[in-house]
């Protein structure tokens, strides 16, 4: 079976997009995924620091590199934040993204060879696609592939029903799409 983690970039209560990574999730199982849930707000990460790294490598961070070294594909549903990546999320990507033990500086083994999708849910009306151009070029220098599917929600205020789900067919569709594709590029690279 094909690993796959998401990992939402908000921890706001109340997040669209923890309501699209939520959407994301289902349809990762609908397309034959073993799906792991990051939620960031159960990692407890530093600000990286060379110093506090020199010190001793944070358990959480360490943790996280190891659940992401774990997958076959990693999804990225998060806000954009003044046309990028929210500190939260560049935070913890930069945190796996360190060697550790007897690795080189450039082992990166918690992504090399891993296949990688973005989603992003933002109240404007261009749906957080800056954030995602740059989170493409983030996931790309750190050795994943990422698919070119992607999924954009516009409005995310008006783009949810009470019950969490997106009301528009179109955002829905490439959702399913996504998922779709990911797992299968995903569990083609790690064939
Ligand atoms: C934002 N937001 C935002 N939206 C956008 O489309 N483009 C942007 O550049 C920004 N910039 C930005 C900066 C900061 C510091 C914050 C806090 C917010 C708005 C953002 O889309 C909105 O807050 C979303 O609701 C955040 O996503 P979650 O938390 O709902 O998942």
Do not use: C
């Not at 796959?4 to 209560?13: D, K, L, N, Y």
């Amino acid at each position: 079976m094909t690993n796959i983690a998401v990992i939402v970039g908000s921890t706001r209560e109340g997040s669209f997009n923890r309501l699209l990574g939520n959407a994301a999730i289902a349809a990762l199982k609908e397309a034959g995924a073993n799906v792991t849930d990051v939620d960031l707000a159960t990692f407890d990460l530093p600000l990286y620091s060379a110093a506090i790294e020199a010190n001793a490598f944070p358990a959480d961070a360490q943790r996280l590199k190891s659940l992401f070294a774990a997958q076959d594909g990693l999804l990225f549903v998060s806000p954009e934040y003044n046309g990028s990546v929210p500190p939260l999320l560049k935070n913890a990507i930069d945190w796996a993204s360190r060697p550790t033990g007897e690795e080189s500086l450039i082992a990166l083994s918690a992504y090399r060879g891993k296949a990688s999708a973005v989603m992003s849910a933002s109240i404007s009306p261009f749906g957080g696609l800056r954030g995602l151009l740059h989170l493409r070029q983030i996931l790309s220098t750190i050795q994943t592939l990422v698919i070119p599917e992607q999924v954009l929600v516009p409005n995310a205020h008006q783009a949810f029903d009470a019950a969490g789900n997106l009301t528009e067919a179109l955002p829905a569709s490439l959702v399913q799409m996504t998922a779709n594709r990911l797992v299968a590029v995903a569990g083609a690279l790690a064939a």
